[in-house]
């Protein structure tokens, strides 16, 4: 069965403390693997997609990775506004296609 | 560029009524998908929708139905409503089908008493 998992479910950092989210899957014949980042009472948006093992992508504080069997979202010296949900997702084309998201992980950084 | 307009954003109804929600997509976006989110299960895709065909469904009773317009706006209808149908309800755009990057709505909160 196709699935997504992330952890941890959630994650209290203290400003500028650096960490790492993961997000494993199982999913056929994958094509990419999307992380999403969701503010309280808004839509998911779009952060990065990587396509392939050892792809690494930055953007700001954010840096993704990935390997044949997981994805990792690393947050180098957060800040309170990197609070939110972050989100991994990775989308099928076995079958029926459609994304297979995890359940996320919830940041909190204090400052 | 507009983002992806959902409305309303927020609904409340009582069990066994019917309710429709409305997705406008980003300009020349031509899939519209449908997710339900709820604090316990995450996103869950509901059906998925490219040029006016449904072209996948997730594994949601019949109750969940949709439709797309030839100008690619889309609405989804849930009837017989029950109090588990309480949740988030999402709608992302995409340019083509098949792995391309989906930009999300704001969502419509619907609330069933």
């Known amino acids: 069965e196709d699935q997504v998992t992330q952890s941890p479910e959630a994650l209290r950092l203290q400003e500028g403390e650096s960490s790492s989210l993961n997000c494993s899957y199982t999913v056929s014949g994958l094509r990419g693997l999307f992380w999403y980042r969701q503010d309280p009472g808004k839509g998911p948006e779009f952060l990065f997609t990587?396509?392939?093992a050892g792809e690494e992508k930055e953007k700001e504080r954010l840096k993704a990775t990935l390997t044949k069997k997981e994805s990792f979202l690393h947050i180098t010296a957060p800040k309170p506004e990197d609070s939110a949900t972050y989100l991994c997702?990775?989308?099928?084309?076995?079958?029926?296609?459609?994304?297979?998201f995890g359940t996320g992980t919830r940041l909190k950084v204090l400052a | 560029k507009a983002g992806v307009t959902q409305t309303p954003r927020y609904l409340i109804k009582t069990r066994g009524q019917q309710v429709t929600l409305s997705c406008s997509p980003i300009?020349?976006?031509?899939?519209v998908s449908w997710y339900q989110q709820t604090p316990g299960q995450g996103l869950q895709f509901l059906f998925e929708?490219?040029?006016?065909?449904?072209?996948n469904k997730g594994n949601f009773p019949g109750r969940f139905s949709g439709r797309q317009f030839s100008n690619s706006r889309s609405e989804m209808n849930v009837s017989t409503l029950e109090l588990g149908d309480s949740a988030l309800y999402l709608c992302a755009s995409s340019l083509g089908q098949g792995g391309d990057i989906q930009y999300f709505g704001a969502g419509t909160r619907l609330s069933v008493l």
């Open positions: 300009s020349g976006h031509r899939s």
């Open positions: 997702a990775g989308p099928t084309t076995s079958g029926t296609y459609k994304y297979i």
């Open positions: 990587l396509y392939s």
């Open positions: 929708y490219f040029s006016e065909t449904q072209r």
